[in-house]
């Protein structure tokens, strides 16, 4: 294995509920095309390909195959992932093993999601089926109001679960997810690539949108977002004659565990806010990190919270506070963008959410706060070591990357 | 042996959609062309090679293709298919005749476009010069162009 670095990223123009003026590979190609504008190469430089996005959310099966001129790749290696909302990050893992491996010298990831093109409740249904019949098996009646009830506000009404027992577990109330939400859709009013932005956020304006399925109300819940993402690595040699600026992968692991909202491991119901596979992956890339305590030695997260209440309960899960710790680093203003501990200072998946991208931009957010090119949103403290996390797939499957400012020593 | 119950789960997805496909700056240009029943294409500043309809990238050459250029409506017919069943609500619907589908490349242009031919499938024959034929109301939509026949 080689080192290997960010040095380049893309994003479209905007990220918004509707793009009107653009077919779905149209809109990759701004992405693409940016990425390469951004790092000053030809598209004869990138070796291969990685694409990400979830085909059922707009019915189109093989998107990378649409977009091979868009994105200039005729003639090269192209492979798709397909993970759910960890998609982003698994299209990133799998560019990273490219250059890794020594396979190519410059791989780009390429991932995005037009929603407004088709409906992702649909999509979703078309996913759920493993937890569907796991449901089954927990002895819910699927096909009656019970089970309807919980799957009939879509990932809202599922993830219900996690969000209460979080909350009973953490001793963190609703009033924290309130907050936590509302931080980040300020946060999100500074960087120009997010959707949902609103200066003037607060825990108490969030509290007066309408209840989804206890303790989910509508202002904990992400839109439905139109845009698309890269990102280009390069290994270590290519690196340095390409980029002044690089954040370095210093880690990457992926884990699932058995299907379902309630966390089934080994056939036990166990509980859906536990998130052993975070727990897991967080350990695996830390150790190939070379990092023993994240609290101490991660200087910036970027979580995965398609729900608001996952940036407390992910913080927790990732090791970078105690459990039932987050809420109250929260009330210590230790999660802002000047604080001890700041996380999601994009906005968050909370505030944007093209799913195919969503996993993605956690690992470019890092990286933008490493190489100090956030703007608007760079947070206060030096950043040196950054955590990115993923989540979705069904309610179990998770990703982290670690990146940092200068290589690992091999 | 035991009986093989039909026990099926059936979720109700309550939800009535449908997908809606942009077409996009490219091809709503092609789109705008048929109001005044005109075929546009893109042509590479590069290599000079003309698609229709028109896209974003010329492939070849990795470049953003700038260019609209209208082209002549006459074309060859490349290669043919006869069509003897027509597809309805997923099933299979015998074709009340048999009908010509075939590959159509405008004079001038790099590829071919695939239409219905106004031609007998007796008649048809691969490297016969064709015309386009409009429908006498245009609405700048696909279906305006209605098929080609024999030049």
């Known amino acids: 294995m080689r080192n290997v670095g960010i040095i380049g990223i893309g994003y479209t123009p905007v990220f ?43 019915g189109v099966n093989m998107p990378h195959l649409w977009a091979t001129e868009h994105m200039h790749a005729r003639g090269k290696p192209i492979m798709r992932f397909a993970t759910g909302g960890t998609i982003g990050m698994a299209a990133f ?48 009646d699927v096909t009656g109001q019970s089970g309807m009830g919980a799957i009939g506000g879509g990932s809202a009404g599922g993830i219900s679960f996690q969000a209460s027992s979080y909350l009973h577990r953490s001793g963190a109330g609703i009033e924290h997810i309130d907050a936590i939400a509302a931080m980040e859709r300020r946060n999100a009013a500074k960087n120009p690539y997010a959707h949902l932005k609103d200066p003037e956020a607060t825990a108490e304006k969030i509290a007066q949108t309408p209840m989804v399925s206890w303790p989910i109300r509508f202002g904990h819940i992400c839109p439905t977002t139109d845009g698309a993402t890269v990102c280009i690595l390069a290994s270590e040699e290519k690196a ?118 969503s996993a993605l931009n956690r690992v470019t957010e890092c990286a933008l706060q490493i190489m100090g090119q956030a703007g608007e949103h760079q947070v206060e403290k030096e950043v040196h070591k950054a955590m990115a996390h993923g989540w979705g797939g069904l309610m179990q499957y998770c990703t982290i990357t670690i990146l940092g400012d200068k290589p690992k020593k091999l | 042996m035991e009986e093989i119950k039909d026990t099926f789960l059936h979720p109700v997805v309550p939800l009535d959609f449908q997908n809606n496909y942009r077409v996009g700056a490219y091809l709503q240009r ?73 590959m159509v490349r405008l004079d001038g242009a790099a590829n071919a476009m695939l239409a219905r031919l ?26 305006d162009l209605d098929c080609f026949e024999p030049a």
């Open chain 1, 16 to 58: 918004v509920s509707k793009r009107k003026d653009v077919s779905i590979v149209e809109m990759i190609s701004e992405a693409v095309d940016a990425g390469l504008k951004n790092t000053g190469l030809a598209p004869e430089d990138i070796d291969a390909y990685v694409f990400g996005n979830m085909a059922t959310f707009e």
């Open chain 1, 93 to 140: 893992h799998g560019a990273y093993y490219h250059v890794a491996s020594g396979m190519a010298d410059i791989a780009m990831a390429v991932t995005y999601e037009k929603h407004s093109e088709g409906d992702a409740q649909v999509g979703l249904m078309g996913i759920i089926t493993p937890e569907l019949m796991a449901m089954l098996s927990a002895g819910i």
């Open chain 1, 240 to 357: 340095a004659k390409i980029a002044d600026k690089v954040a370095w992968v210093l880690g990457v692991a992926n884990c699932a565990s058995d299907a379902t909202t309630a966390n089934l491991i080994d056939s036990q119901i166990t509980d859906p806010a536990e998130q052993l596979p975070a727990i897991m992956a967080s350990k695996k890339a830390c150790e190939r990190a070379g990092i023993e305590d994240p609290k101490k030695e991660i200087d910036y997260v970027e979580i995965y919270n398609g729900f608001a209440h996952q940036t407390l309960m992910y913080l927790e899960k990732v090791g970078m506070c105690e459990v039932g710790e987050a809420h109250k680093l929260l009330e210590a203003g230790e999660l802002e963008m000047n604080g001890r501990c700041p996380v999601n200072a994009s906005g968050g998946v909370v505030s944007t959410n093209s799913i195919g991208t």
């Open chain 2, 30 to 102: 092609y789109l705008d062309g048929f109001k005044e029943k005109k075929i546009l294409g893109a042509k590479c500043s590069q290599c000079g090679r003309v698609v229709v309809p028109p896209r974003k990238y010329c492939g070849a050459c990795n470049l953003v293709m700038e260019e609209f250029t209208e082209l002549p409506q006459e074309g060859t017919l490349e290669n043919f298919t006869v069509g003897h069943v027509n597809l309805e609500k997923g099933q299979w619907k015998r074709a009340d005749a048999p009908y010509v589908i075939g």
């Open chain 2, 118 to 143: 106004n031609v007998s499938p007796a008649d048809a024959r691969a490297g016969m010069k064709v015309k386009a034929v409009w429908k006498d109301q245009v609405e700048g939509e696909h279906a």
